[in-house]
């Protein structure tokens, strides 16, 4: 039987080709670059932020701070200075001074209920409880903490007993100058040196010795902006060029006096003996940072720099030396210091400003001046190099004190800071949840020029527990942040309201939460606002959104 050929049948409808796809999704790493203020808005690196409140950028993400906790209550005023005796052997202390004069021995941690009472107080303090102190140890192996208070005078503690240094010639006296003119001490060269509150003129005495004969040392003449003293800095960094390419024998360890006028010149003295003024006359140079604030806490030691906080802003000593002045904005420092220098400028006065390494914290604290009882905080990790804010924390000074840091606040409490899941937390009774916001750079996602429509947006999250959040995609250049307080179970606990998070085990302590939220608005371009309520180091990982792409008009 021959083969028949088989025909197939033709195909009466048109084949229907795939339909063209509008929406795309795109993904961003989580902003580690911290806040910068120094880029423009559009086109900004996805690792930055316009905003970040108590989120702090590290190595795996943007890492929700811990609480805080009551250590002592009851201080019979604002809580202005931390004072640390720390000796080579025998028990630490740590001493809180307030605005009345009074000074707590705050070493221990009490109950809320328990009223302290002040191991001294001095009177006179202009204002009371604004006190500088260092430790120090004497020729002969005394070990004493030396304390300044302006109006309030000279005194020594030795761990037992508070004396105060007085003019004369005799034993724990000063010759030379009335020591309650003192605005401030410090140590250079195992020399103690002071300030004369209200002049350009400085004091010292001999090698390993709190009293004594004191020597002035006038820097006016050096001074072109004029003003008084405000600080005296002792600065040690390699030689080598490390801290700023200066000159000296390559692995030499160089240490230089740092004088800091109220106007804003600051100056670097080098030399071996203070006792003859021409091997002391050894300028290194002299900058202009703008005017600094009071308080004389606007500096302070970091590794081998000096942070100075001016009306410029925040500036790295090794940065000045290596020519950026007033005019040019520091590396490190310019991705916030269009926001701080008008912040410092307009608080000049007020107190305080200041700025602190937290070693445990890995970060620089920036406290602002309490003037609108705003408990805002800059940080700065120095890992990542990377800026935030803070928010929440009653911080009108801070303090590192064996391992734990310590702030005080307007109402005479002391708190226990970075420790534990709430903010607040007293006795056995947790605080506030923690909460933190943050808003993205803003993002073209595809062609900048194009109008997308925006669908969803997926964050990723680290956590021990699935965190609150609200988030929403701003069109470009809205800042906003939704009012609304996200609902969180609370830490510890697997519930999740209706159940929209994706679980996946991680590897780590937590687990990773992820979910699409829908999204509304239009834009070329568009920023992430996230406001998250969750468990202490909750970590924002990264995050997608999903676009519609539209048209250019």
């Not at 004369?168 to 401030?184: C, M, R």
């Not at 928010?391 to 534990?420: H, K, Q, Y």
């Not at 194009?450 to 527990?465: E, G, H």
């Not at 995609?473 to 994706?502: C, I, K, Q, R």
Request: glycine share 12%; hydrophobic share 40%.
């Amino acid at each position: 039987m021959p083969l028949q050929a088989y025909s197939h049948p033709r195909r009466t409808t048109p084949r229907r080709s795939g339909q063209l796809r509008t929406h795309a999704a795109f993904p961003f790493p989580a902003p580690q670059g911290g806040i910068n203020t120094a880029l423009p808005l559009p086109g900004a690196s996805p690792l930055t932020a316009l905003r970040m409140e108590n989120f702090i950028p590290r190595a795996l993400g943007c890492q929700l701070r811990k609480g805080y906790v009551l250590w002592q209550s009851n201080l019979d005023g604002e809580v202005g200075s931390f004072m640390k005796y720390q000796p080579a052997t025998g028990a630490a202390i740590l001493l809180a001074a307030t605005d009345t004069g009074s000074i707590y021995n705050v070493t221990a941690n009490l109950p809320s209920t328990t009223v302290p009472t002040p191991v001294t107080t001095v009177a006179g303090g202009q204002p009371n409880g604004e006190w500088t102190s260092l430790n120090f140890v004497t020729g002969g192996g005394v070990h004493v903490l030396l304390m300044v208070n302006p109006g309030g005078g000279y005194w020594v503690f030795d761990g037992t007993t508070f004396t105060q240094i007085t003019l004369g010639a005799g034993v724990n006296q000063i010759t030379g100058v009335d020591p309650d003119l003192f605005v401030f001490v410090t140590v250079f060269r195992n020399r103690i040196w002071f300030i004369e509150g209200g002049t350009s003129r400085a004091w010292f005495l001999p090698v390993d010795v709190y009293y004594g004969t004191v020597e002035e040392v006038d820097f006016g003449p050096m001074l072109p902006n004029g003003g008084a003293l405000a600080a005296l800095v002792n600065w040690t960094y390699d030689g080598a060029g490390g801290a700023g390419g200066t000159a000296g024998a390559t692995g030499s360890v160089n240490t230089q006096l740092v004088v800091i006028g109220e106007q804003g010149d600051v100056l670097v003295y080098a030399g071996d003996d203070e006792d003859d003024p021409s091997l002391f006359s050894q300028i290194k140079g002299r900058w202009y940072v703008g005017r600094v604030p009071v308080g004389r806490r606007f500096f302070s030691l970091y590794l081998s720099d000096v942070i100075i906080l001016s009306e410029k802003g925040m500036n790295f000593m090794s940065e000045l030396m290596r020519g950026q002045g007033f005019f040019d904005n520091a590396g490190r420092a310019q991705a916030i210091n269009s926001e701080l220098a008008p912040q410092i400028n307009n608080t000049l006065s007020s107190r305080y400003w200041e700025v602190v390494f937290l070693p445990q914290q890995q970060m620089i604290v920036i406290n602002r001046a309490e003037v609108t009882i705003e408990q805002l905080q800059w940080v700065y990790e120095v890992n990542n190099r990377a800026f935030a804010t803070m928010r929440g924390i009653p911080m009108l000074t801070v303090a590192v004190f064996e391992g734990r840091t310590f702030s005080g606040d307007l109402e005479g409490n002391v708190w226990w800071c970075f420790e534990g899941n709430s903010d607040g937390a007293i006795d056995d009774e947790p605080g506030l949840d923690l909460q933190g916001i943050i808003v993205t750079s803003f993002q073209a996602m595809g062609d900048p020029v194009r109008l997308k429509r925006f669908l969803m947006v997926r964050p990723s999250f680290i956590s021990v527990s699935p965190p609150g959040i609200q988030a929403v995609l701003n069109h470009e250049w809205d800042l906003a942040m939704s009012g609304a307080t996200p609902a969180y179970a609370g830490a510890g606990d697997s519930f999740w309201d209706v159940g929209l998070w994706d679980v996946a085990v991680w590897s780590g302590a937590g687990q990773s939460y992820e979910s699409w939220i829908g999204a509304t608005g239009t834009g070329r371009y568009a920023s992430l606002a996230l406001r998250i309520r969750g468990a202490a180091d909750t970590i924002f990982v990264a995050w997608q959104a999903l676009v519609e792409q539209g048209g250019i008009l």
